[in-house]
């Protein structure tokens, strides 16, 4: 588990409200069965979930089905996401770690990780994305 803003969020609410943002990204709208999907989890699972992620805030289902993710939850799932990018890009450019491993760890790591290692890599990637620009 990970602390958040003072309150404690499982690492598979974390996962809902991640893939939630991506798919929202990707197809405009996300319904229950898109998460279901996308996760290969069946229906009763991603229900019950929803139903947790409403009651905490972090996200509404309008009349037609679609989930919305609230002005809190996008902001969780904005900040698991940058960790899930940056952890990935961080084995992938500095490790030379293949992008698929990488994908996967940094899916466990991001929510694990403490916020002084994570800024550190993300110092670092920045960095060195600075770097780059400056020498073109």
């Known amino acids: 588990m990970n602390k958040r803003g003072g309150k404690i969020m499982q690492e598979s609410g974390e996962n809902y409200l991640e893939t939630i943002l991506i798919l ?8 229950s069965i898109d998460i279901a999907n996308e996760l290969g989890y069946a229906k009763p699972s991603v229900s019950r979930a929803v139903k947790l992620l409403e009651k905490k805030g972090l996200i509404v289902m309008e009349h037609n089905g679609e989930l919305v993710l609230t002005d809190k939850g996008l902001e969780m799932a904005s900040a698991i ?6 952890i990935s890009e961080f084995f992938v450019d500095i490790l030379g770690v293949d992008k698929i491993s990488a994908d996967m760890d940094a899916c466990r790591i991001e929510h694990v990780i403490s916020e002084t290692s994570f800024n550190k ?3 670092f990637i920045k ?8 020498s073109r």
């Open 24 to 31: 929202r990204e990707r197809n405009g709208t996300v319904r």
């Open 81 to 86: 996401y940058e960790r899930h990018r940056i």
């Open 121 to 123: 890599i993300k110092e």
């Open 127 to 134: 960095g060195r994305t600075d770097r780059s620009s400056d």
